[in-house]
């Protein structure tokens, strides 16, 4: 338990896990009273405008969780799937199911063979971070990558779109199975801001050529086709973990993602991948001897801080920008010295201790009063302020930020 003055809870996980499957167009079942769907819909804004599945709640009362639902969420759930036919369903766990030992993965499964649709269960509770549930979502498609065929290798999807030609079927299909495949991993609208930003980068790997795959497949892959990839693009810091794991299993190589890959090609980019650095594009540079002209402190997702704290460096002579962030990966922290946050306090004495001019947060965390005095960047995020600020969103973009921590440096110099 942390009590805070100025912050509000951040998303929780059951958020991280939904943004995700929403966007490989799963059927969502929310496991709650009503009030947990009702946060990921209306409070926390990352699913698209355009989504045309609903989103499903279980609206369990009080004596549910006393009594017992399991075999009424089963027969319910599975004659919703009956009528909607998804490809794909998921059960999200919330604070209840979780306190009354819901077994949700076995739920899924009954579920899946009764309905005859894929059916996964995410053992969310609520009381964990937004990148956490990612991560458990990931976790369980790399379960049904591995169940997948071993006939399912990078050359495979090849193979069989030269099939498909020696027989004549210039299809669509074929032609993009014969396309290398990037893994997106890490990409979701929390760390990016909306589905758009999420859509811009999957157009930027199809117009260099490849076919984004994400997990679970969505429109452009099946889940299995995670172990056909040449290489992985990494969105945030929730996906790092999966990405080593198709880097340990199936020899997969990865990149950290920052806006400064659109200035390369896919190619460019899985050569870079392919040399063993995946935070190339996140080192900042080192400032010149002496005294910094400005001190810059970034506070995002991790990877986030640290594509920008790596172009301001780049881009602003003399300057020093650390980073920190809520929402770490451990690895990453050591390779990059992030600075590791935990609670509303450690912020406040971070910022106590006067180590910096500039001070580039989510809005929310500008409130805090050890803020007074510093030169202020506003960069909304999701998993800190929800939708709270959408209408600055011209205002948030990432050249838009970095434009006006490289004025607030200038400013001072």
């Known amino acids: 338990m942390q009590l805070s003055r100025f912050l509000p809870p951040f998303a929780s996980d059951y958020s991280g896990a939904a943004s995700v499957l929403s966007g490989c167009d799963a059927q969502l079942v929310f496991v709650d009273p009503g009030c947990c769907s009702y946060s990921f819909l209306e409070a926390e804004g990352v699913r698209s405008d355009d989504a045309e599945r609903p989103v499903l709640s279980a609206h369990l009362r009080t004596v549910d969780t006393v009594l017992g639902a399991d075999e009424a969420l089963t027969c319910q759930v599975s004659a919703a799937l009956r009528r909607s036919r998804p490809r794909l369903a998921a059960l999200l766990g919330t604070p209840v199911p979780s306190l009354v030992g819901m077994d949700l993965p076995g739920l899924a499964r009954q579920i899946a063979a009764e309905a005859a649709v894929p059916v996964v269960g995410i053992e969310t509770d609520g009381f964990a971070g ?3 549930g990612v991560r458990r979502v990931y976790e369980a498609a790399l379960r049904l990558c591995d169940a997948s065929s071993p006939q399912h290798d990078r050359g495979s999807r090849q193979a069989g779109a030269a099939s498909g ?7 669509s299909a074929a032609r993009d199975a014969s396309k290398p495949r990037a893994a997106l991993v890490g990409f979701n609208p929390f760390d990016f801001g909306s589905s758009e930003a999420v859509r811009a980068v999957m157009r930027f790997v199809e117009d260099g050529g490849w076919t984004p795959t994400l997990p ?9 086709d995670l172990a056909c990839c040449k290489v992985a693009l990494v969105g945030s810091e929730s996906g790092l973990e999966l990405a080593r794991a198709l880097e340990a299993r199936f020899d997969i190589p990865f990149l950290c993602w920052s806006p400064a890959c659109f200035g390369h090609d896919m ?6 991948a392919a040399k063993g650095d995946p935070y190339a594009f996140l080192t900042a540079s080192s400032c010149a001897c002496g005294e910094p002209s400005a001190r810059v402190l970034v506070v995002a997702e991790q990877l986030s801080a640290h594509a920008l704290a790596h172009e301001v460096a780049r881009r602003a002579h003399g300057v020093s920008v650390a980073t920190a ?8 922290t050591r390779r990059l010295g992030t600075i590791e ?10 910022l106590a201790q006067g180590a910096c001019d500039v001070l580039v947060a989510d809005p929310l965390l ?7 005095g510093m030169a202020v960047v506003p960069w909304p995020h999701r998993a800190v302020s929800g939708k709270l600020y959408d209408r600055c969103s011209d205002k948030s973009g990432w050249e838009s930020v970095c434009a006006q921590t490289l004025n607030a440096c200038a400013r001072l110099a």
């Open 267 to 272: 190619g460019e980019l899985a050569a870079i």
């Open 216 to 224: 679970f497949g969505a429109e452009h892959a099946e889940a299995e």
């Open 325 to 332: 962030s809520f929402f770490t990966d451990e690895r990453a």
């Open 366 to 372: 500008l409130r805090l009063p050890e803020a007074r």
């Open 341 to 350: 946050l935990d609670s509303e306090e450690r912020l406040a004495a971070l």
């Open 165 to 171: 030609r020696q027989s004549g079927t210039d299809d």
């Open 130 to 132: 937004y990148d956490v």
